[in-house]
């Protein structure tokens, strides 16, 4: 079926753009990414990441703001500061509205702190954070809501795992939710967004194309991402400064 955005026919046009040989990449790219202007907010994510230290959420940071001008998504992030406020009102409430919303589409950051929330909330441990924030437990709940609700956490056309490259120790994903699926970044963004957007395309733009349409975006990822890498090479056991895990008390 073909989806509509005030009057075109985005699926078949994006196919005729794909199978043009008159039009470059670049040219094709931009064609598309002038449609998704014309949709604003017709595409909203719920962005769930651990804070594992501020130079990694200086990354989430920049792939937020390319998700916001390349894809011309709507972003709920829980840690905005626009978004605070309502989220800590009601955290749960908040998170199952969004995530039971079936036209809101997760993006669920896989890090080094995320995976040891999960393990925590798998065995029942409590995670003690170094410097912590009144919406760390956000990203727990999350979890929690997607393990008790088999219909969420195995959603495959609502929930997309990212992660990025050499900024884990391991390739391991989060168990129980959606375990066959992980984007690896940037090698797999151009596929992550045409996914996220609902676009049935056989590839997607690669890094240069989405640098030809947002350089300053993609520099701003590209240059917190070397931050983070260097962050890591001199603190490799950042991790356990950050957090660690504790029995509940009986």
């Given at each position: 079926?073909?989806?509509v955005?005030?009057?075109?026919?985005?699926?078949?046009?994006?196919?005729?753009?794909?199978?043009?040989?008159?039009?470059?990449?670049?040219?094709?790219?931009?064609?598309?990414?002038?449609?998704?202007?014309?949709?604003p907010?017709?595409?909203?994510?719920?962005?769930?990441?651990?804070?594992?230290?501020?130079?990694?959420?200086?990354?989430?940071?920049?792939?937020?703001?390319?998700?916001?001008?390349?894809?011309?998504?709507?972003?709920?992030?829980?840690?905005?500061?626009?978004?605070?406020?309502?989220?800590?009102?009601?955290?749960?409430?908040w998170?199952?509205?969004?995530?039971?919303?079936?036209?809101?589409?997760?993006?669920?950051?896989?890090?080094?702190?995320?995976?040891?929330?999960?393990?925590?909330?798998?065995?029942?441990?409590?995670?003690?954070?170094?410097?912590?924030?009144?919406?760390?437990?956000?990203?727990?709940?999350?979890?929690?809501?997607?393990?008790?609700?088999?219909?969420?956490?195995?959603?495959?056309?609502?929930?997309?795992?990212?992660?990025?490259?050499d900024?884990?120790?391991?390739?391991?994903?989060?168990?129980?939710?959606?375990?066959?699926?992980?984007y690896?970044?940037q090698?797999?963004?151009?596929?992550?967004?045409?996914?996220?957007?609902?676009?049935?395309?056989?590839t997607?733009?690669?890094?240069?194309?989405?640098?030809?349409?947002?350089?300053?975006?993609?520099?701003?990822?590209?240059?917190?991402?070397?931050?983070?890498?260097?962050?890591?090479?001199?603190?490799?056991h950042?991790?356990?400064?950050?957090?660690?895990?504790?029995?509940?008390?009986?």
């Amino acid at each position: 079926m073909d989806i509509v955005y005030g009057g075109w026919h985005v699926r078949s046009t994006l196919r005729q753009l794909l199978h043009t040989d008159e039009q470059d990449p670049p040219a094709q790219w931009q064609s598309i990414h002038q449609q998704w202007a014309r949709s604003p907010g017709a595409c909203q994510i719920l962005l769930l990441y651990s804070r594992d230290c501020s130079e990694f959420c200086d990354v989430i940071q920049a792939f937020s703001q390319l998700l916001k001008s390349f894809g011309n998504m709507k972003v709920l992030d829980p840690m905005e500061q626009n978004q605070m406020e309502k989220v800590s009102e009601n955290i749960s409430g908040w998170l199952a509205q969004h995530l039971r919303n079936p036209d809101v589409k997760v993006v669920i950051v896989v890090s080094e702190g995320a995976k040891l929330r999960q393990r925590a909330l798998l065995n029942n441990q409590i995670v003690r954070i170094t410097y912590p924030h009144f919406l760390d437990p956000v990203y727990t709940q999350a979890l929690q809501q997607m393990h008790e609700d088999p219909s969420l956490g195995s959603n495959y056309t609502r929930i997309f795992p990212v992660r990025f490259e050499d900024l884990t120790q391991s390739e391991e994903s989060l168990s129980l939710i959606v375990p066959l699926k992980c984007y690896i970044l940037q090698k797999h963004l151009g596929k992550l967004i045409v996914e996220l957007r609902g676009f049935n395309t056989p590839t997607g733009p690669d890094l240069e194309d989405i640098r030809s349409i947002c350089p300053e975006e993609v520099d701003d990822l590209e240059s917190t991402i070397r931050v983070m890498k260097s962050y890591c090479a001199v603190n490799p056991h950042y991790i356990s400064k950050h957090f660690s895990l504790a029995v509940p008390s009986t």
